[in-house]
């Protein structure tokens, strides 16, 4: 949901991401930023959040993995036609204030900047919304939390209550390192103001950086107020940078999930073993069992119940619809015909799979072992075990008999099937794509089918029968 701002409407806001990092600790050829957490590549949560404060631009800074990581970005971001999205590249990497410098040129002078990081990704709208207010369009706005060992992070060192300078680890006096108040790397400054300090910087340090956090001394000594912001919420601060930490993280956003989710009145099996890798929205007195995976866009209508084990992407599952332990469902892009559709009162699986542009409506039976693809099932119909339907078109109250199987390629094009109401179709059938099986009719065990069959018929397609007595296998040499 969007924020909307109402302390300064006047002011654009513009959002600077840091995405240079190469990432060492991750040992991957993947870049950090790159990596999913809940899905979605960690830079990505950043932007979606940058999505929901209405920035009137975004500015991710690239280094390592440059050109992969601003594909990832267009495609997903662009496509979605969430924002007006810019990349700029810091090489070498020289800093964090040298990655700032290096946007500049696309930082217009009307702006408020919130500077982010492209590693951090569960930093919330409102948290931020809160550091824009203290920043108010006229402060250098500074996100602060109190560490009981904030080794590794910049100190915030105050006069009263009035902060003063930001000192890194490795520049810290020995008084300065008992600090336990730290930056988190998150700042809201107005740009005209942003843009005089880092001109200003240097890197006289013992990290030979251009440290963004001297803009602080910049601010003090210019007489420009600096506020600080403090949150107790740790993970809204973390960063990711090694495979352990974004475990940790993977975790606390599910956790996070699971708790709005009972909240609201879902009943989890175990809150700790859910996944949720998109958005999820349930209904009442929906049940969801151990070591389900929920992908895309998923919706469960009114009690709804998910067996364990069970992986469901891109669907909606009308009411009172179950699904069975190890079922997998995955359809295609939410809103297109490849998306899967299973009506109320339908019972899918166990060890069921439906793939893009599956329909199922009312109380249609998918059961163990059956693959549906790019089918419509309509009500009542019924496929229990090991069968197949591709491109299909399944009339009410059909039976679809075991080991039966739609032929729908030829090699070359797909073909569809028609199965009319109220049907049956053997064990064991084969039917070659494009057929149709007329309303009432039965196809006999075993029948290979690749002419029209008649309504109301018997249609049988096989060969005669034969024994051969006395045969003899044939034996190894």
């Known amino acids: 949901?969007?924020?909307?701002?109402?302390?300064?409407?006047?002011?654009?806001?513009?959002?600077v991401i840091m995405a240079a990092g190469k990432g060492t600790r991750m040992k991957s050829k993947l870049p950090k930023v790159l990596h999913l957490l809940a899905g979605r590549a960690l830079v990505q949560h950043v932007v979606d959040t940058a999505a929901e404060l209405q920035a009137r631009q975004v500015t991710v800074i690239t280094g390592h993995g440059a050109?992969?990581?601003?594909?990832?970005?267009?495609?997903?971001?662009?496509?979605?036609?969430?924002?007006?999205?810019?990349?700029?590249?810091?090489?070498?990497?020289?800093?964090?204030?040298?990655?700032i410098q290096q946007a500049v040129p696309v930082l217009r002078d009307d702006g408020l900047v919130v500077v982010l990081s492209g590693d951090v990704p569960l930093t919330q709208a409102d948290?931020?919304?809160?550091?824009?207010?203290?920043?108010?369009?006229?402060?250098?706005?500074?996100?602060?939390?109190?560490?009981?060992?904030?080794?590794?992070?910049?100190?915030?060192?105050?006069?009263?209550?009035?902060?003063?300078?930001?000192?890194?680890?490795?520049?810290?006096?020995?008084?300065?390192?008992?600090?336990?108040?730290?930056?988190?790397?998150?700042?809201?400054?107005?740009?005209k103001q942003l843009k005089s300090w880092l001109a200003r910087l240097d890197n006289k340090n013992a990290q030979g950086e251009y440290?963004?956090?001297?803009?602080?001394?910049?601010a003090v000594a210019d007489g420009f107020p600096v506020v600080a912001h403090k949150i107790s919420d740790a993970a809204q601060v973390a960063g990711v940078n090694s495979p352990v930490q974004l475990a940790e993280l993977e975790r606390t956003y599910q956790k996070r999930v699971a708790l709005q989710l009972m909240e609201q009145g879902v009943r989890l099996a175990d809150p700790a073993r859910l996944d949720v890798r998109g958005t999820l929205t349930c209904a009442q007195d929906v049940a969801i069992d151990v070591n389900c995976v929920f992908e895309g866009q998923v919706s469960l209508g009114e009690g709804v119940q998910v067996g364990p084990n069970c992986v469901i992407k891109n669907a909606s599952i009308a009411a009172g619809a179950v699904i069975h332990p190890f079922t997998h469902i995955e359809g295609g892009e939410p809103g297109?015909?490849?998306?899967?559709?299973?009506?109320a009162g339908a019972l899918i699986g166990p060890f069921a799979r439906l793939r893009p542009g599956a329909k199922l409506g009312a109380e249609v039976h998918i059961g163990n072992f059956v693959e549906v693809k790019n089918s419509t099932l309509a009500k009542g119909a019924?496929?229990?075990?090991?069968?197949?339907?591709?491109?299909?078109?399944?009339?009410?109250?059909?039976?679809?008999?075991?080991?039966?199987?739609?032929?729908?390629y030829d090699g070359a094009n797909k073909h569809r099937t028609v199965i009319e109401a109220d049907v049956h179709i053997g064990s064991n059938c084969v039917l070659i794509a494009p057929v149709t099986i007329g309303a009432g009719g039965t196809v006999g065990g075993g029948s290979t089918l690749s002419k029209d069959a008649p309504p109301l018929a018997l249609t049988v397609a096989r060969a005669r029968q034969v024994s051969i007595p006395n045969w003899k296998r044939p034996a190894k040499k």
């Open 336 to 343: 297109s015909k490849n998306a899967v559709e299973v009506g």
């Open 1 to 15: 949901m969007a924020i909307t701002q109402t302390l300064f409407t006047d002011t654009p806001l513009d959002v």
């Open 382 to 408: 019924k496929a229990n075990h090991l069968a197949y339907l591709g491109d299909a078109t399944v009339g009410e109250r059909v039976n679809y008999g075991a080991g039966s199987i739609t032929a729908n």
């Open 67 to 99: 050109a992969e990581v601003e594909a990832a970005l267009s495609t997903k971001t662009r496509a979605a036609g969430q924002l007006d999205i810019h990349f700029v590249r810091q090489e070498p990497q020289l800093g964090t204030g040298h990655a």
């Open 211 to 218: 440290y963004l956090t001297d803009i602080v001394k910049f």
């Open 127 to 191: 948290t931020l919304t809160q550091l824009i207010s203290a920043c108010a369009g006229d402060k250098l706005a500074l996100l602060t939390i109190d560490f009981a060992n904030p080794t590794g992070y910049g100190r915030i060192v105050r006069k009263g209550d009035a902060v003063q300078a930001i000192v890194e680890q490795k520049d810290a006096s020995a008084a300065q390192l008992k600090i336990t108040e730290v930056y988190s790397g998150i700042m809201a400054v107005p740009a």
